[in-house]
């Protein structure tokens, strides 16, 4: 299914509020509006877990498990508003709040 391509400095989060995520290696050589795009193979950190503070552990990384199908940069599939997420060590997802609204890809 088509989606938005999701870039650095996309609004993404766990589903704990507030937490949010940040990709540890965005693939600086594409870009969409100006930022580099987000590979399946970068691993997300996490920060501000609304589980910090309770006897659950709180979100730490997570790693897409699903990408783009025909769109790749560096032989990654590209992430998409809609790829899905592994959290660890909660195994929740990720949300993409809010990203570029210009590029889609499949």
Request: net charge positive; aromatic share 6%; charged share 10%.
């Amino acid at each position: 299914m088509p989606g938005f391509i999701v870039h650095e400095g996309a609004t993404v989060s766990c589903i704990h509020p507030p937490g949010r995520a940040q990709p540890n290696t965005p693939f600086r050589r594409v870009t969409v509006g100006g930022r580099p795009v987000v590979t399946q193979a970068s691993l997300y950190t996490i920060a501000n877990c609304g589980l910090s503070g309770t006897q659950s552990p709180p979100c730490a990384t997570a790693q897409y498990v699903t990408g783009a199908t025909r769109v790749f940069a560096g032989g990654a599939p590209l992430l998409l508003q809609d790829s899905q997420a592994f959290c660890v060590p909660t195994s929740t997802g990720l949300r993409v709040e809010a990203t570029q609204v210009r590029v889609r890809g499949t």
